[in-house]
T-cell receptor, first 111, second 117 residues
Framework: GENVEQHPSTLSVQEGDSAVIKCTYS??????FPWYKQELGKRPQLIID?????GEKKDQRIAVTLNKTAKHFSLHITETQPEDSAVYFC??????????FGTGTLLAVQP | GAVVSQHPSWVICKSGTSVKIECRSL??????MFWYRQFPKQSLMLMAT?????????EQGVEKDKFLINHASLTLSTLTVTSAHPEDSSFYIC?????????????FGPGTRLTVL
């Protein structure tokens, strides 16, 4: 089955800096790659997603890049703000009707 | 649109009792609902996939007789944790996909915090 690895597990940046989180996957049939933000005790919130026919997608300060050949995709957050502090999960879907989640990255933005 | 609710938001029960958690799609019909479990500081682990009117499909390692799932309508799925034990204490989250829409997009409920004493 699909195996999703996510790095780093924790990331601390200064306010205004950029943050990058990377995920790798194993199933070449996967074609849907969403990113979720989860605050403590809350539901995961979809922040951006990309499908395999696109290499990059951007939404204001957030972007996702996909390298299907290498089977990895990354979340890029620019001009980070304290309210960006949360746990971020990547997920992989499309090969089946299920989403397989990465292990999560705790992002701390220091004011 | 695409709101999913869960009830209760938190529950405390004694070891050996059963607990039922409801997941509802409030403003759409849900073809498929998913149940996840999330332990502290860990990721979401898929427990089972349920389709309206059919038996749930459980992930490897999830006991179907312990975690009973019923998806009786296009807007409601229930998860019953039977004979709960302290190790079942966790954050249970459901999600739903919208009928007629991409099955990739899942709308998540707010979660239910279960504590078994």
């Amino acid at each position: 089955g699909e195996n999703v690895e996510q790095h780093p597990s924790t990331l601390s940046v200064q306010e205004g800096d950029s943050a990058v989180i990377k995920c790798t996957y194993s199933d070449s049939a996967s074609n849907y790659f969403p990113w979720y933000k989860q605050e403590l005790g809350k539901r995961p919130q979809l922040i951006i997603d990309i499908r395999s026919n696109v290499g990059e997608k951007k939404d204001q300060r957030i972007a996702v890049t996909l390298n299907k050949t290498a089977k990895h995709f990354s979340l890029h957050i620019t001009e980070t703000q304290p309210e960006d502090s949360a746990v971020y999960f990547c997920a992989v879907g499309g090969a089946t009707n299920k989403l397989i989640f990465g292990t999560g990255t705790l992002l701390a933005v220091q004011p | 649109g695409a709101v999913v609710s869960q009830h209760p938001s938190w529950v405390i029960c004694k070891s050996g009792t059963s607990v039922k958690i409801e997941c509802r799609s409030l403003d759409f019909q849900a073809t498929t609902m998913f149940w996840y479990r999330q332990f502290p500081k860990q990721s979401l682990m898929l427990m089972a996939t349920s389709n309206e009117g059919s038996k749930a499909t459980y992930e490897q390692g999830v006991e179907k007789d312990k975690f009973l799932i019923n998806h009786a309508s296009l807007t409601l799925s229930t998860l019953t944790v039977t004979s709960a034990h302290p190790e079942d204490s966790s954050f249970y989250i459901c999600s739903a996909t919208r009928s007629g829409m991409s099955t990739d997009t899942q709308y998540f409920g707010p979660g239910t915090r279960l504590t078994v004493l």
